[in-house]
C-alpha cells in the first residue's frame, strides 16, 4: 500500500500520507517497536536473504555459532538493551554476498562432503565413517564439528545418504571407513560494497525499527542514509539509521555513534562495533523511554575520554557519546543528528525519545488505517467522526503512558479533503521529555 509524507493534496495512490510539522504544538503521525536490521559478513549461513532471529533464539543455524562465541559478539551486543530498558524482540539479519568466498569440502572414498554454505566456518566440520558388524558393509555416517556429534545416518553406498544442516553429500559408489575427514578450504571471501544494495532491496518489504551500519564505507552510508529517508517520505514506514563516524550528517532519521567502549572481560569494540549495542537499545526503548544517561551493560570504559568542552562541542555537532562513571558506562544523551532546524522540523525532532514517539504513532496509524479503514468506511460525517474517535482512543491511551501530556479530543480534526475519496486529519500533541537537567538552588542561612 501507498505512504509516505504530503505537502499538497495530490496523490493518486490509495494510501496513508504523513507529514511532521512543529509549530506552537507539534502536529505528528504513529509507530511500532523492537526490531534492528542488519547486513553482517559471516562465516556461514545462507547468502543473501533476510533471516529473522528472535530474542533468545539459538544462533547457530543462522551464524554457524552459539551466542558465546566471538563470531557473534554483534548479536549479543544488540540483544543486551539497557539497564532500563527492554532488548529488541527481533534481528532481520542479512549475510551478504562474498566474492571469493568457497564452501569446504572433504572426500573419503568415492563420498564428498560439501559444507551447507559458504565459509570458514565449513573448516570445522568433519565426517567421520564407521564400518558396523551388524548388519554387514554398513556404515555409520557421523558430522562433527567442534567435537560434538550434529547428524548420524546408517548407510551402505553414497546415495543413501541426505544431506543435513551442515553438510551435503555427493558421490556413487560403497562408503569407505574413515577416522574422521575434515572439510578445507573454505572461505569467507570479501564483500563489496555493491552488495549492501542488495541488502537494502531485499529489507525494504519488512518492518523494522533500526537500522545499523557497523562499516565505514562512506558510499554505504550515503546509501543508507538516503535509503532511510526515503522509505519514511515515500512509503510511510519510519526507522532510523545507527551508524558511526559520519561528518555531520545533520538527519533526524540518523544516530551517528562517536564513541567506542571496552566491556568487562577486555573486549574493545571500536564506535563503529558500538552500533551494535546503540541499535538493539534504540529499537528496545519504547516510545515513553529515554536513553540519556541509561547504562551499556558489561561496558567499563569509554573512548575517547572527552573532556567538559568535547562533550559540549559533540552534542552540539549531533553525534551519541559514551562516557564513564565509577566503572559504568552511560549514554551521555539520547540524541540524533539533527542540527539545523525549520519551522516545521525543530528542536524536538533533535531528541530519539520524540523521534521514537513520532514512528510510533506514524507507524500504528499506517498499519491500523491501511488494515481497517482504507476502502472500508464511508467518506461522510459519520466515517470521519469514527477515524477521529479511534485516533482519539488510540492518543489517550499514549497520554495514559506518558508518552503526550496536556491532549484533548479537540487536538484532533478530520475533514473532508479536495477530492471525493481524500480526507485530512490534522493533529497537535505535545510530548513528554525525560528530566535532563536538574537545576539545583541551595540557600545558607
Known amino acids: 500500500m501507498a505512504g509516505g509524507t504530503w505537502s499538497s493534496q495530490n496523490k493518486v495512490r490509495p494510501g496513508v500520507y504523513i507529514r511532521f510539522k512543529s509549530t506552537g504544538g507539534l502536529g505528528l503521525t504513529v509507530g511500532e517497536r523492537g526490531t534492528v536490521a542488519i547486513c553482517e559478513p559471516l562465516s556461514w549461513g545462507p547468502v543473501a536473504q533476510v533471516m529473522e532471529i528472535e530474542s533468545g533464539a ?174 519514511a517520505e515515500e512509503c510511510g514506514q519510519y526507522s532510523q539509521l545507527v551508524t558511526a563516524g559520519m561528518t555531520n550528517p545533520d538527519s533526524r532519521y540518523v544516530i551517528n555513534v562517536k564513541s567506542g567502549v571496552t566491556l568487562t572481560d577486555g ?31 558489561g561496558a567499563v570504559t569509554a573512548s575517547p575520554v572527552m573532556t567538559n568542552s568535547q562533550y559540549i562541542a559533540a552534542l552540539e555537532a549531533g553525534d551519541l557519546v559514551f562516557f564513564a562513571d565509577n566503572g559504568v558506562v552511560k549514554v551521555e544523551q539520547d540524541i540524533n543528528s539533527l542540527v539545523s532546524y525549520t519551522l516545521e522540523i525543530g528542536e524536538a525532532f533533535h531528541k530519539n525519545r520524540v523521534m ?49 501530556q496536556n491532549f484533548e479530543a479537540e487536538d484532533v480534526t478530520v475533514e473532508a479533503g479536495s477530492d471525493i475519496d481524500a480526507i485530512v486529519v490534522s493533529i497537535a500533541i505535545q510530548p513528554v521529555d525525560s528530566v535532563e537537567k536538574i537545576y539545583v538552588q541551595i540557600e545558607l542561612s
Open 58 to 231: 539459538d544462533m547457530t543455524p543462522y551464524t554457524g555459532y552459539d551466542i558465546t562465541n566471538a563470531k557473534n559478539c554483534f548479536l549479543k551486543e544488540i540483544f543486551k538493551g539497557s539497564n532500563r530498558t527492554a532488548a529488541p524482540t527481533k534481528v532481520l539479519l542479512f549475510r551478504p554476498a562474498a566474492n571469493g568466498s568457497v564452501k569446504a569440502s572433504a572426500t573419503a572414498g568415492q563420498l564428498t562432503a560439501t559444507a551447507k554454505y559458504p565459509g570458514v566456518r565449513g573448516n570445522d566440520i568433519s565426517v567421520v565413517i564407521t564400518e558396523l558388524t551388524d548388519p554387514a558393509d554398513t556404515f555409520t555416517v557421523s558430522t562433527v564439528i567442534d567435537g560434538k556429534i550434529v547428524d548420524q545416518q546408517m548407510a551402505k553406498v553414497c546415495a543413501d545418504l541426505s544431506d543435513n544442516a551442515w553438510v551435503e553429500f555427493s558421490g556413487t559408489g560403497a562408503l569407505t571407513a574413515t577416522t574422521g575427514s575434515a572439510l578445507a578450504n573454505g572461505v569467507d571471501g570479501t564483500v563489496q560494497p555493491s552488495a549492501y544494495s542488495d541488502f537494502l532491496a531485499a529489507i525494504e518489504p519488512h518492518k523494522f525499527d533500526i537500522l545499523i551500519y557497523d562499516g565505514s564505507d562512506k558510499t554505504v552510508q550515503e546509501a543508507m542514509v538516503a535509503f532511510v529517508k526515503r522509505i
Open 267 to 297: 573486549t574493545v569494540l571500536t564506535a563503529q562495533q558500538a552500533t551494535w549495542w546503540v541499535g538493539g537499545a534504540e529499537a528496545g526503548a519504547k516510545y515513553n523511554e529515554s536513553l540519556t544517561y541509561a547504562a551499556y551493560p
Open 356 to 404: 521514537r514517539l513520532c514512528n510510533t504513532i506514524a507507524n500504528d496509524i499506517y498499519k491500523q488505517f491501511s488494515e481497517n479503514f482504507i476502502g472500508v468506511v464511508n467518506n461522510n460525517a459519520d466515517g470521519r467522526s469514527l477515524f477521529k474517535s479511534s485516533i482519539v482512543g488510540y492518543l489517550m491511551d499514549i497520554q495514559a503512558s506518558q508518552g503526550i
